[in-house]
């Protein structure tokens, strides 16, 4: 599995998982010492406890309960436990990390670890603007936990720790690596005779063949369009080259009006003018969606690799879900039909007001370890930062194929980071603007204009911070 060269080259182009639009409501430090955390917990530092670990200090691990779950959580809380047996670990899950632990920043009264995930999660504008998270750097000049002889940060993929670093200093602990594709079931097209489609011609083809065989073509989670926004982008990357996006990202004049977005969106409208999509996709949320497509009512949708976990609950033995790029438009595109959009994701933190910050720095160490790694991969079905932790892996259909098109992309991977930079503006604005555009309300010069105008309303925005992201 070669996935060095693609986080290579993400971290070469300057990928970071900067801050989005937003800040915190208030003050997200106040409060100190043991009155309002703030590192209260210290051991002495030996080799075997090389961050200073207070063996009997409690932790407390706030999870992010979405595709992954929280099992995985619960297994590295061993790990954990097992090197401390007299810590206790106060672990909650909940899919509104900004509602439950915002009110805990500003007081200064924050957990210890955070998976800072979801929809629900608290922008990074704001906690890295106020100095609210604690400096991992230590974390990376420890020894692995299981690996002889090397450093955490020599176990990690090259990318890891750009993608999580600011302004110089490492932040935010990025554990997995996800893909971007359009996935279908392996035995639906077996059995049909069916063959995935390289190009956009062939792909309406085969989408008006579906049509005819009584199955919708398409669905999509209605209810966060912005999925969709993901494979326009693709199509336009795929075919104008990576200056599309580093335009995107960069707030420039007419990005999201450029021939190669407008290329991708008057294909993309095809599916909606000819009524390719599911009916009632408007209303379905990303679970309802995925179900329906679990259940064998649409051929296509457009996720990223945590799908197989997440709808493991429901998909039938057999389906064999597959990821596959996005077709090409044309001979002309500037990049092949197998570049697919790959990044490190799913953050965590240890909040500088933590009690326990060393205790928060290990945990990250157990989660770092080859063990750990392995362990989540076989439980939630994805991939992670550690380099070589799929080694003697049985890796589930699905995530065996996310290895295959990683393979196949090399060094044409490619990826975006508008929507880490200004947060509002994918979640808020460009959600809308899919929402009219995939319903079917508005054509795609007008889908344009409306991303376009959100675009340039961030940008006129002097209370938000401007990022530059290098050719």
Request: glycine share 10%.
């Amino acid at each position: 599995m070669n996935r060095r060269d693609i986080l290579r080259r993400t971290a070469a182009a300057g990928l970071l998982a900067t801050p989005a639009a937003g800040l915190l409501a208030g003050c997200a430090t106040g409060g100190g010492g043991d009155d309002g955390g703030g590192d209260s917990y210290r051991g002495t530092k030996s080799e075997q406890n090389p961050l200073g670990v207070a063996e009997d200090a409690p932790l407390e691990v706030v999870i992010f309960n979405g595709g992954f779950g929280e099992e995985y959580a619960q297994a590295h809380q061993a790990m954990y436990t097992d090197r401390y047996p007299k810590a206790k670990i106060n672990h909650s899950a909940t899919q509104e990390i900004s509602k439950t632990l915002q009110p805990r920043f500003v007081d200064g009264t924050p957990p210890d670890v955070v998976n800072n995930s979801g929809a629900g999660q608290i922008d990074f504008n704001g906690l890295v603007s106020q100095n609210a998270l604690a400096d991992l750097g230590e974390l990376l000049d420890a020894p692995s936990l299981d690996v002889p002889g090397r450093t955490v940060r020599e176990t990690l993929l090259p990318g890891a720790v750009e993608v999580g670093s600011y302004d110089g200093k490492f932040l935010v602990m990025n554990y997995t690596y996800t893909v971007y594709g359009i996935w279908h079931s392996t035995k639906l097209f077996a059995d049909r005779g069916w063959a995935y489609a390289k190009t956009w011609d062939d792909h309406i083809a085969l989408c008006k063949q579906i049509k005819a065989a009584g199955i919708a073509p398409w669905t999509y989670a209605g209810i966060h369009p912005r999925y969709m926004s993901w494979p326009v982008i693709s199509t336009a990357i795929k075919f104008g080259g990576p200056q599309v996006a580093t335009a995107i990202d960069n707030l420039e004049p007419n990005a999201w009006r450029s021939d190669a977005m407008r290329m991708a969106a008057d294909a993309w409208h095809q599916i909606v003018k000819d009524r390719y999509i599911l009916e009632g996709s408007p209303g379905l949320d990303h679970k309802q969606s995925q179900t329906a497509w679990c259940q064998g009512k649409a051929a296509f949708i457009s996720c990223g690799s945590w799908l197989e976990s997440e709808q493991a609950d429901v998909t039938p033995a057999g389906f064999d879900m597959t990821v596959q790029p996005t077709p090409s438009l044309g001979a002309s595109d500037k990049l092949p039909f197998e570049a697919i959009r790959g990044t490190a994701g799913e953050p965590f933190m240890v909040p500088a007001k933590a009690k326990n910050v060393a205790g928060g720095l290990e945990y990250f160490r157990v989660m770092l370890s080859r063990q750990g790694a392995q362990d989540f991969t076989r439980k939630v079905a994805s991939l992670t930062v550690v380099a070589g932790a799929t080694d003697g892996v049985e890796l589930p259909f699905g995530l065996g194929t996310v290895v295959k098109a990683l393979d196949a992309s090399g060094t044409n991977g490619f990826n975006w980071v508008y929507n880490n930079y200004y947060r509002k503006l994918e979640r808020n604005l460009v959600d809308a603007a899919c929402g009219e555009f995939f319903s079917g309300r508005i054509g795609p010069a007008e889908f344009l204009d409306q991303c376009q105008k959100g675009a340039d309303s961030i940008a006129q925005d002097s209370s938000i911070t401007k990022y530059k992201r290098a050719d």
